[in-house]
């Protein structure tokens, strides 16, 4: 019988072992004259490499879970606190590959892909900058306990944030307003806790980017980002496109949203809530969802019912919110067991199903692609990795009716119209980043102003209702991204882009479409993001021409629904 989550064996590596054998294997590595040779010292260095990446991921996931839970808290606190070691680690064997003198035979044992995150690496750490890398990582953790920490009291309960997700679509638009109220009372109460979490980040990632000697972190942050194959220019011009095509269609759905539900004014708290006869909804439980899930990638492929009866069997979900479980969700690889884990807050609304499709995109990617023996494979970079996961969603459209019954013409306009109504917000987010580590003395109050210039810009149907500290330009203080993940944000948008281009083909031909999206996920991180793109016959969204068509296709999509009537 397989092993369950639960069995997976914990141990806090012993670092100071790790790192002697790591440098015997690197003097070994040295001496060998053959690629061949190289290449089986390269493998035995995996090893190590995969069971660091097992520990360190067993104790985020466990700690994840349970923030109250002391013994994987410390151990979280261990890998912040020895991360840097484990990257200097790294950084010694990126060193020695990229000095091989039979580099071009080793890249293509192993592809040069590799070969260009190494570089990446040693471009991005220094063991000089390992004390200001620790301080980033407690400043991080510092960041998610005080979210997870919530403990608001709200309707008779005491809800974490996550429990507030099912008020937003509230019927009661009084319910909608009051619960924005309090989740902001708890904001605007650590307001300047947060605003000083931000500022130690960003000084300390400034210093970081000038002692590596880079002019600002935004350099420093592509790098981190193993952005290969395009650049900040790219992106601007991307943001730029945005503005002009995506804006115009948010502004008319949200007027479409103002009439469908009946309102004078749309306000902020209004957002979430689509139709006056209720939002769609999960009709069922957590595990009448999973159990779907079932169902549906059974019917989807092969190789879907085989991975989702992996996750299944080995109990690779923790997806129901409960009290000192951290917000959002993620899906992880866990390697010396070759399993992808999930992890999720199910609240009642439709994300809970987005969720599941979503994080399993990302699951059956790295399932897919797990028999790579370069750990560094087992996940693609960022924004292609979204590729993976928002195709899913689209890809699973056909089986809406098992979760949604009746509402799934509700679901799949909300989800569309939310899809396409998050390309301004995602790039906003990307712009304020490239602001903030621009100009790193910005005050919190600076900052917050900028924020509120980007919000006219990208969100002008934006009214907070003078709700504050929202109307002084703190929303972006929910989004966790921002601190742990500097310039992770702009990648949803990119790949969202990518994403609806599977919808439509899979509308025009199904099997064609998901043989190549089954393609994508075996290459794991094989290729950089725009050569992932093409080998899928996708369009890179930096090709201009290609936001406005597919935006094009997406309205004309909307137009053909009567919303009203739903």
Known sequence: MALTFKDYQYERPDLEKISSEVDDLLNEFKTKTTAEEQGSVIDELNKHFNHLSTMSTLAYIRASIDTKDEFYDRERDFFDEYGPVIQEIDHKYYQAISSSPYKDALEERYGKQLFALADNAIKGFDPKVKALLQKENRLDSEYSKLMASAEIEFDGKVLNLSEFGPYAQHTDRSMRKG????????????????????????????????????????????IRMNRIDYDR???ENFRRQVAEHVVPLVTELKERQRRRIGLSELKSYDESFDFVTGNATPKGDTEEILKNGEKMYRELSPETDEFYTFMRERDLFDVEAKKGKEGGGYCTFIPEHASP?????????????????????????????RGFEVPEYQFPTLEA??????????????????????????FKFTHMADNISFLPYGVAIDEFQHIVYENPELTPEER???????EDKYLPHRDYDDIEPLSSGSFWHRQGHVFGVPFYYIDYTLAQVCALQFWKRANEDFEAAWTDYVQLCKLGGSLPFNALARSANLTSPFEDGCLESVVGEVKDYLNSIDDRAL
């Open 179 to 222: 619960a924005t109220e309090a989740v902001q009372g708890f904001m605007g109460e650590h307001l300047e806790k947060i605003d000083r979490i931000f500022d130690d980040l960003v000084k300390t990632r400034h210093q970081i980017a000038q002692e590596l000697g880079y002019k600002d972190f935004v350099e420093l942050g592509y």
């Open 233 to 235: 220019e790219m992106v």
């Open 341 to 369: 884990f999930i992890f999720s807050n199910f609240n009642g609304t439709l994300d809970d199903v987005t969720v599941l499709t979503h994080e399993a995109g990302h699951a059956f990617q790295s399932y897919m692609s």
């Open 385 to 410: 990795a979204e590729i993976h996961s928002m195709s899913m969603e689209y890809f699973t459209y056909p089986w809406m009716e098992l979760f949604f019954k009746e509402d799934t013409d509700k």
């Open 448 to 454: 917050r102003q900028e924020w509120k210039k980007l």
